[in-house]
């Protein structure tokens, strides 16, 4: 069964920083693309970071992107989003997903790409 458990999340005023942890346990965590995707209250659901598989490429969402950075531990089966100054837009509750596909030759793009989500963990950025 494939499990995802998000932590890190928390209150952080603006221009701070939070760094958000999934350990992914259950499948074969060196074969599958890992995302994080947020959701706020009334809008839709957002893939703001991506990494390949392989931990080779990545993909941020124009509203992060030279903000937040993901990262891939392979030995320690975990996920990170190091998020730097953090705005009261990114205030959301952010979710830990893997990608449907075992070894995808490319870096996913979509939400639809996912298919196994964490509980999610909330962020809230003050102003």
């Known amino acids: 069964e494939v499990q995802l458990v998000e932590s890190g999340g928390g209150l952080v005023q603006a221009g701070g920083s939070l760094r958000l942890s999934c350990t992914a346990s259950g499948f074969p965590f060196s074969d599958y693309a890992m995302g994080w995707i947020r959701q706020a209250p009334g809008k839709e659901r957002e893939l703001v970071a991506a990494i390949k598989w392989n931990g080779d490429f990545t993909n941020y969402s124009d509203s992060v992107k030279g903000r937040f950075t993901i990262s891939k531990d392979i030995a320690e089966n975990t996920v990170n989003l190091q998020m730097n100054s953090l705005k009261p837009e990114d205030t959301a509750v952010y979710y830990c997903?893997?990608?449907?596909?075992?070894?995808?030759?490319?870096?996913?793009?979509?939400?639809?790409?996912?298919?196994?989500w964490g509980q999610g963990t909330q962020v809230t950025v003050s102003s």
């Open positions: 997903a893997r990608d449907r596909q075992r070894r995808r030759y490319i870096t996913p793009t979509r939400i639809w790409d996912f298919n196994s």
